[in-house]
Nanobody, 116 residues
Framework: VQLQASGGGLVQAGGSLNLTCTAS????????MGWHRQAPGQERELVAA???????YYRGSLKRRFTIFRDIAKHTAYLQMNNVRPEDTAVYYC???????????WGQGTLVTVSS
């Protein structure tokens, strides 16, 4: 499975950004898709995920500002980020979850920079 992420960039605090990730290849193995992020000097963390069933996960209070969408037919996941904050600055990675629940395939990452 290959993943192509896009949509990152520079945004002012309080603004919005929409990330897109499209999978190709052996997409039949996809059971879920998730967005992770890694800030400088920090460990990578799961931000939001959506299973094929429609069940979603959000990290803590991010649910109030971030929304994950998926178009399963197009093998695409979106992350709508609203009211962004400087602490949201990170490289955002999309990943594909296999039948065992592991994130097996990863995209190249897209940088989100939030200025104050």
């Amino acid at each position: 499975v290959q993943l192509q992420a896009s949509g990152g960039g520079l945004v002012q605090a309080g603004g919005s950004l929409n990330l897109t990730c499209t999978a190709s290849g052996s997409t039949q193995i996809i059971k879920g898709m998730g967005w992770h992020r890694q800030a400088p000097g920090q460990e990578r963390e799961l931000v939001a995920a959506m299973h094929n069933s429609g069940d979603t996960y959000y990290r803590g209070s991010l649910k109030r500002r971030f929304t994950i969408f998926r178009d399963i037919a197009k093998h695409t996941a979106y992350l709508q980020m609203n009211n962004v904050r400087p602490e949201d600055t990170a490289v955002y990675y999309c990943a594909v979850q296999n039948m065992y629940g592991y994130y097996e395939y990863w995209g190249q990452g897209t940088l989100v920079t939030v200025s104050s």
